[in-house]
């Protein structure tokens, strides 16, 4: 060997492909990356405003004070919550801390893509299951689990299928595991969703399931990474182990804390987001783009084949619209869309009826 080698699996491992963005200022509007239409909370930006003149001290080591935040809103425990930068960070302690060379990670046909990049970077063998017409298939996991399963991964609901299977369903997944087996309810869209606690009563009460969550979508903070985790005591203390100390910065806590707690601001976003997904989907149907009932902040339209998904989605950038091609996540017949605000809707839906009546790029 004449020169460095990584270890198994690394190379193995494509790039995280991000949602394409425009240039700042200009008129494009991104609807690639599921993120809050109307911004950050205000308070959220006074709040890191404030905590910038703080930014010679070293934050909390273990974001105590969002903790506590996220156990009184939530009505969990503050000591079974761990915080990471991006719940991406979370997935990938729970594959360094419990998978490695020899052993399996099963997540589904298109479930998201740090499940397969975290099963890598751990060493491990990532199995990818089939789904049933877009939907997670709970049968389909449990026939894939080996001995040498160690974490079945679901996000639930999914990106970018925009489906989710109902609390009956994932229990019988979390009854069905043998016990050794982790499993990861990644609730990254679990707010759009009403009456549902993402999995936290699952979590609360089973040793081996971990829940996920994060402040990227619903609450507006994606560019400050931060997202948590809720698990029994025992998994959080073996979590904390592989967690950086200091790893979520003031400013950071003290945005996300802020955020937390501005309902109106959080109301609003779910409202015009729970009336525009239906918009969206029904003006899309009525041109013969067919779509899933949306469960979170986007849909996810299906052309004839992947041909015209490509054609629409260079329509839409020569129109100032950006939206996300999901050929990666084997529906190269689709295009992710992000429900934005009512004028974004109206646009892409606009240009969309324009393409399929022959407009081209
Ligand atoms: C966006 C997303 C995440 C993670 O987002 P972070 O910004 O890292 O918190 C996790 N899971 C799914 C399914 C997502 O769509």
Not at 58 to 74: F, H, M, N, T, V
Not at 236 to 243: A, E, F, G, K, W
Not at 303 to 313: G, I, M, R, S, T
Request: net charge negative.
């Amino acid at each position: 060997m004449n020169k460095p080698v990584p270890q198994p699996g690394i190379m193995e491992i494509d790039l995280y492909v991000g949602g394409a963005s425009g240039a700042p200022g200009s008129n494009v509007v991104k609807l690639s990356s599921n993120e809050n239409p109307f911004g950050p909370s205000e308070a959220a930006v006074k709040a890191a405003g404030v905590a910038a003149h703080q930014m010679h001290r070293y934050p909390e080591i273990d974001g105590y004070s969002l903790r506590a935040a996220l156990a009184d809103k939530y009505g969990l425990e503050a000591d079974k919550i761990i915080l990471g930068v991006g719940s991406d960070e979370i997935l990938q302690m729970i594959c360094n801390a419990y998978a490695g060379p020899g052993d399996e990670v099963i997540y589904t046909q298109h479930g998201f893509a740090m499940y397969r990049i975290c099963a890598l970077g751990a060493g491990a063998t990532p199995v990818e299951v089939p789904e049933c017409d877009r939907v997670t298939d709970v049968d389909a996991i449990l026939a894939a689990v080996t001995d040498a399963t160690r974490i079945v991964f679901i996000a639930n609901p999914n990106n970018p299928t925009s489906t989710m299977i109902g609390l009956a369903e994932v229990t019988r997944l979390a009854d069905s595991l043998p016990p050794h087996v982790v499993l990861v309810l990644d609730g990254a869209y679990a707010e759009f969703v009403e009456e549902y606690d993402g999995g936290a009563e699952l979590a609360r009460t089973r040793p081996n399931v971990i829940m996920t969550r994060t402040f990227s979508k619903l609450y507006g903070l994606g560019g400050l990474r931060v997202g948590w985790g809720y698990a029994q005591r025992d998994v959080i203390d073996v979590l904390n182990r592989l967690r950086a100390p200091f790893n979520i910065s003031t400013i950071a806590l003290e945005a996300a804390k802020a955020a937390l707690a501005d309902t109106a601001h959080i109301d609003k976003s779910l409202a015009e987001n729970a009336r525009l997904r239906v918009w969206l989907s029904e003006a899309l149907a009525a041109i013969g783009v067919q779509s899933d009932a949306s469960m979170t902040n986007f849909i996810l339209a299906r052309f004839h084949d992947q041909e015209e998904a490509e054609a629409c989605n260079d329509y839409l950038k020569s129109q100032g619209l950006i939206v996300r091609p999901v050929a990666s996540y084997n529906l190269p017949h689709c295009l992710r869309i992000t429900v934005g605000d009512e004028p974004s809707c109206r646009r892409v839906a606009h240009a969309i009826g324009a393409f399929k009546a022959g407009a081209r790029a």
